[in-house]
Each structure stands twice: as C-alpha cells, then as structure tokens.
C-alpha cells in the first residue's frame, strides 16, 4: 500500500515562504492528478493547486502568483512552494495523488501564518 508522507509547514510570519513536500513511500502507476488542498477551521476542503500528467498547473484564484506547483519524478515528490503568505492562507495542507481509480493523500500538515 503506497503512503504519501508529507513535510514542511509551520508558523510563519505574514510575507514569508514556505515549501511542503509530499512524498510516495512507492511508485505510482498512471498518475493523472498531483494536487494540494487545504482546510481551514470551519471551512470545507479547498482544491489549491494541481499539476496534470502532462504538465499543466492549475491554481485556486487566491493563491496565483504566490504558490507554485512541482514535482519530482525521480523522488516520487510533489511540492508546493509557498511565497508571500498571508494569514488567511493559514490551514491543514493535504496533497493528494490520483490515478484513474484511486486517491492517495497525505497526512496534513499545519501552516500557520502570523500577522
């Protein structure tokens, strides 16, 4: 059973970067979606960023120009770099990897960003 295991996030102060990793403890086969989401408290799950198999990225209109979306084949890894952050970008972050029949997701992890 492949896991994703994710790293980064924290407190950060408003203005600030930061970059969360997520990786596959194994290969996956036929990746359509590489994705991260984020829930704030009392707020649904947002769709933040995605990243297709063919390389388009696309990103929720609050986080454009700021938050970019990578990956790394050779690592089984997605990022998301996080630039100039705001408070209200503070949440739980998720990344998520699907296939045509199958969502993988992370842990979640914190961010938190100080005004």
């Known amino acids: 059973q492949v896991q994703l295991v994710q790293s980064g996030g924290g407190l950060v102060q408003a203005g600030g970067s930061l970059r969360l990793s997520c990786a596959a403890s194994?290969?996956?086969?036929?990746?359509?979606?590489m994705a991260w989401y984020r829930q704030a408290p009392g707020k649904q799950r947002e769709l933040v960023a995605v990243?297709?198999?063919?390389?388009?990225?696309t990103y929720v209109d609050s986080v454009k120009g700021r938050f970019t979306i990578s990956r790394d084949n050779a690592k089984n890894t997605v990022y998301l770099q996080m630039n100039s952050l705001k408070p209200e970008d503070t949440a739980v972050y998720y990344c998520?990897?699907?296939?045509?029949?199958?969502?993988?997701w992370g842990q979640g992890t914190q961010v938190t960003v100080s005004s």
């Open positions: 990243l297709t198999s063919g390389g388009t990225t």
């Open positions: 998520n990897i699907a296939t045509w029949d199958v969502h993988y």
């Open positions: 194994g290969y996956i086969f036929s990746i359509n979606t």
